[in-house]
């Protein structure tokens, strides 16, 4: 058993990092796309368009990134007019994040070029038509069941949470 628990890992591993390269550069093209300086950013910058009012030390969290690089992005956005801050009136120390007009349509575009853009959009198009809408949904069961496995339910709850907190979607339903 130890011979294929090995093996699985491997795969497991190297599979992962060959669709992340992709998955980076198809990042990184999106935020070139509506002007940001890297992939970063638009990550931050969508977390904060669906959560108005998060923490730095929250995107930190849910990012994997040290607080103080969130910071130095935050300030980049900030001077591009995308997001703004504001301190807590409770605790000075902590300071919430908000999105701009400007950075609301900066996300709105680029979530509009998402099938272009992202090489994943047509994979998972291809999943679905040689399997089925069933396969992968499970695909999806499995991938969150792993990261909560790894990270814990809280760390990872936002990536599922995010879409229903879009105001983007919001909007779109209605109409």
């Known amino acids: 058993m130890q011979d294929v628990s090995v093996r699985h890992v491997y795969e497991t591993l190297n599979t992962l990092r060959a669709i992340n390269v992709v998955n980076k ?50 300030k980049k956005l900030m001077e591009k007019n995308l997001v ?32 272009i853009i992202f090489r994943l959009t047509y994979a998972l198009e291809q999943l679905e038509e040689r399997y089925s809408r069933a396969v992968v949904g499970l695909f999806f069961e499995c991938l969150s069941f792993l990261a909560e496995a790894l990270h814990g339910v809280e760390k990872v709850r936002w990536i599922q949470e995010s879409e229903d907190r879009s105001p983007f979607l919001s909007q779109a339903n209605i109409s």
């Not at 093209?29 to 904060?48: C, F, H, T, Y």
């Not at 108005?52 to 969130?70: L, N």
């Not at 605790?91 to 900066?106: C, I, L, N, S």
């Open 84 to 115: 703004t801050i504001e301190k807590s009136d409770q605790d000075g120390r902590v300071v919430h994040v908000y999105p701009t007009q400007a950075g609301r349509e900066v996300i709105e575009t680029s979530r509009s070029s998402v099938p």
């Open 25 to 74: 550069e198809d990042w990184e093209r999106a935020a070139k796309q509506v002007g940001l300086d890297s992939s970063v950013q638009l990550n931050i910058l969508w977390i904060i368009y669906c959560y108005e009012g998060v923490r730095v030390t929250q995107i930190a969290d849910w990012t994997f990134w040290h607080p103080s690089s969130i910071v130095i992005h935050i």
